[in-house]
């Protein structure tokens, strides 16, 4: 079984309580993830973007960065139709001093995308296709289609979170995993909500590598602690 990594989201609130240290136990999560994804979109202050990969470094020198600039349809804070205007906004952040290592771009606008997915190449930075589905987990012959679109990129990293609706709706997310995760560096498989909690480390098992934490408070329905998930994964020996 191989490794698993988890992803400790940063948001401006983490950032803020790491600087106050009004959470110990906060330090100690950042330490335990693989992978530290800044959530661009939620720090306001867009002069600060291009210091925000070197600020969360020095947090956690041997984690790697994923940057994010989620849109709205995604859950993020970025309007879907700025979805365009966002291509400035990834050339500074990827020509900063210290530069993320993975990139976060929409499976469904991988074509328009093709400049920044060129520029990363260039600059050796990585890509995961996400794809998020706030209504239900797809049907698997869907799921098939989004991986299979993505193949065509030569991408490293692929990933899905979808909103489980009831109890056993995940099953087509741990098929994926067992089926298409490999030829991928990094693949994540799991479903929002609290019926699709148990997703984010059961995909693990399933043949996915990449599952998302919380640092504090959590920024998706369902997501789990990190000190959590970092427990469960050592009792499971997937370290």
Not at 64 to 90: E, M
Not at 116 to 125: D, F, P, R
Not at 129 to 155: I, M, W
Not at 172 to 192: C, D, H, I, N, V
Request: proline content about 4%.
């Amino acid at each position: 079984m191989q490794k698993a990594h988890i992803v400790g989201v940063i948001t401006p609130q983490v950032l803020e309580n790491i600087h106050a240290q009004s959470d110990p136990l906060l330090s100690h999560e950042i330490a335990a993830c693989s992978f530290l994804e800044i959530r661009y979109d939620l720090f306001p202050d867009r002069k600060m973007w291009t210091s925000l990969a070197r600020t969360v470094q020095a947090l956690q020198p041997k984690a790697k960065i994923i940057a994010t600039l989620r849109l709205a349809c995604d859950g993020g804070r970025i309007p879907d139709q700025q979805a365009a205007a966002r291509w400035g906004d990834w050339k500074r952040i990827l020509k900063a001093k210290v530069a993320p290592h993975w990139i976060d771009v929409e499976q469904s606008l991988l074509v328009e995308n093709k400049p920044l997915l060129t520029l990363a190449k260039n600059l050796g930075v990585k890509v995961i296709a996400s794809c998020h589905d706030f209504q239900k987990v797809p049907h698997l012959t869907e799921l098939l289609e989004a991986v299979g679109n993505v193949r065509q990129y030569n991408v490293g990293g692929f990933k899905v979170a979808a909103m489980s609706m009831q109890a056993g709706d995940c099953k087509a997310l741990y098929q994926l995993a067992r089926e298409q995760s490999k030829g991928f560096t990094l693949f994540s498989a799991f479903a929002m909500g609290e019926s699709g909690k148990r997703s984010r480390l059961h995909s693990f098992t399933c043949g996915a590598n990449l599952s998302y934490g919380a640092l504090g408070k959590g920024v998706a329905p369902g997501q789990i602690p990190v000190a959590i998930m970092n427990l469960w994964k050592h009792k499971k020996g997937l370290v």
